[in-house]
């Protein structure tokens, strides 16, 4: 397997200890919590969602571990500008809040409440299972590039995490390009449900959920390949990353970074185990691979 130099990289104008992430929505509620990753070898982390108001999120169960896979609905679930304060010792670190809205004042708003304070934002619009939030409206470009104004204009570097759910990925990208944004996180999880045979019913409480894990990994993949065809600023590779062989195939389809959420889930330690066989002082530079297949074929 290909190896890489290892030592900090800047990403979308925040500076990261490596080119690992973890991802939102996993392990990111508390600041405890993320500065326990970022000790176990995280690059950097994105903390969970964060909006305008509370939100208790859907009824349980929200999570129904699957054999390849994790399937969720949360509903968003958040305690608003309470957060500011959890993650206040933080300050220093490379920490990336993610945050959602359902219009530009909204998501200008909340990312109002931690300037100064995170080394970044992410702008959730692609959650799946959220009314009038995430990829109720990221499907749409216009609003797409409005939000992504709203809070890149604060000078802030600000990602925009794309939804796969959609017929053409690229439109999205160019929009949020088009908006300030500083680079794209692809892919955020993919509509899918599942119903209980023995009572008949689906598994969620909210019916309808995303799937995350290994499940949608060749998904992520071909959805980054093809922004990297049609945009200029930098992609991160989000979706089923579980080894430093996922993570070399994420930088040749043209992720510069990945963020890593479902592995984490199943071990903790998987930031120490992916950098142990993914960095090299002999290795290659990362930018010697990033975007390297394209061009090639199998035949």
């Known amino acids: 397997m290909v190896s890489i130099r290892p030592g900090p990289v800047t990403i979308g104008g925040v500076a990261l200890d490596n080119h690992l992430l973890l991802a939102a929505g996993i392990l990111g509620t508390t600041g405890s919590s993320l500065a326990r990753?970022?000790?176990?070898?995280?690059?950097?982390?994105?903390?969970?969602?964060?909006?305008?108001?509370p939100k208790d999120g859907h009824a349980g169960p929200c999570v129904v571990v699957l054999e390849?896979?994790?399937?969720?609905?949360?509903?968003?679930?958040?305690p608003s500008n309470a957060f500011v304060d959890e993650i206040a010792p933080l300050a220093k670190k490379p920490v990336i809040v993610s945050i959602f809205g359902g219009n530009p004042d909204e998501f200008a708003l909340v990312a109002s409440w931690f300037e100064g304070k995170v080394a970044g934002f992410e702008l959730n619009l692609s959650c799946p299972h959220a009314d009038g939030y995430g990829s109720a409206i990221g499907t749409d470009p216009s609003i797409v590039e409005a939000c992504t104004r709203a809070v890149s204009r604060s000078g802030i570097p600000t990602w925009v995490k794309l939804t796969p759910n959609v017929t053409d990925i690229t439109a999205i990208g160019k929009a949020a390009e088009r908006g300030g944004a500083g680079a794209i996180v692809a892919i955020n999880t993919v509509k899918a449900m599942r119903i209980s045979t023995a009572m008949g019913c689906p598994v969620l409480g909210n019916r309808y959920g995303g799937l995350s894990g290994s499940a949608v990994f060749s998904i992520a993949v071909r959805c980054v390949y093809e922004l990297y065809e049609e945009c200029k600023i930098p992609i991160i590779g989000c979706g089923g990353v579980s080894t430093a062989d996922n993570v070399i195939e994420m930088m040749m389809a043209g992720a510069c970074a990945v963020e890593i959420g479902s592995a984490a889930y199943n071990d903790i330690k998987v930031f120490e185990i992916i950098k142990a066989d993914l960095y090299s002082k002999d290795g290659i530079t990362p930018e010697e691979i990033i975007g390297c297949a394209h061009g090639r074929s199998a035949v």
């Open 37 to 53: 990753i970022l000790s176990l070898g995280a690059g950097g982390v994105v903390t969970k969602s964060i909006g305008p108001l």
């Open 68 to 78: 390849n896979g994790v399937l969720n609905a949360m509903g968003l679930p958040n």
